[in-house]
């Protein structure tokens, strides 16, 4: 199945700063890498998503990378602010529909 | 109201004594997953429908059962709690196509003592 890793595990990053998570995903198949934002007490929600077909994406603040040569793909977070502070999981989806998750990435931004 | 819910949101529970975990959604989507989170291990999946009739072990199902009630309704069972399934646990939902977003309920905090 697929594996994916996720790197840092911890960040803490001054306001206004950039953050940078990066993941690398095993399974060449895998064609859909969402990023999912954790606050706390809640579920999971998606924030920004990418499909293979495309190298970069960005939402306002928020930008996402994908290298498949490399198998690996990464979250820009830029001029953050107190409220990016949470766990953002990373994960890919190769061909059985179900979701392989990264460890996690707890991001902390200091006022 | 919120497209995934949990029941309970929380609960403690003694070790040996049998827990059912409920979740529903309105999104009419057919596919519904219960994932557990432990701090620093991510999003384990534990069973996952593909229709009511069609369910599957995840990585970690040894424990556990569900049951699909119905399209909107999947719930788990844990038979006989102990302690270190201690743990957050989270259903969650997605459509057909690969890329699909998925939505995840809020989350149920499970303490067995």
């Known amino acids: 199945g697929e594996n994916v890793e996720q790197h840092p595990s911890t960040l803490s990053v001054q306001e206004g700063d950039s953050a940078v998570i990066k993941c690398t995903y095993s399974?060449?198949?895998?064609?859909?890498f969402p990023w999912y934002k954790q606050e706390l007490g809640k579920g999971p929600q998606l924030i920004i998503d990418?499909?293979?077909?495309?190298g970069e994406k960005k939402d306002q603040r928020i930008a996402v990378t994908l290298n498949k040569t490399a198998k690996h793909f990464s979250l820009h977070i830029t001029e953050t602010q107190p409220e990016d502070s949470a766990v953002y999981f990373c994960?890919?989806?190769?061909?059985?529909?179900?979701?392989?998750f990264g460890a996690g990435t707890t991001v902390t931004v200091r006022a | 109201d919120a497209d995934v819910t949990q029941t309970p949101r929380n609960r403690i529970t003694k070790t040996g004594k049998r827990i059912m975990l409920e979740c529903s959604q309105t999104k009419g989507h057919d596919r519904m997953y219960w994932y557990r989170q432990d701090p620093g291990l991510g999003l384990q999946l534990i069973y996952y429908s593909f229709d009511v009739k069609d369910i599957n072990k995840g990585e970690i199902s040894d424990g556990y059962s569900v049951s699909r009630q119905a399209q909107a309704k999947f719930s788990l069972s844990l038979e006989s709690a102990i302690p270190n399934q201690t743990a957050l646990y989270f259903c969650a939902t997605r459509g057909r196509g690969s890329t699909d977003t998925q939505y995840f309920g809020p989350g149920t905090r499970l303490t067995v003592l």
């Open positions: 990418i499909r293979s077909n495309v």
């Open positions: 994960a890919a989806i190769p061909n059985d529909y179900k979701l392989s």
């Open positions: 399974d060449s198949a895998s064609n859909y």
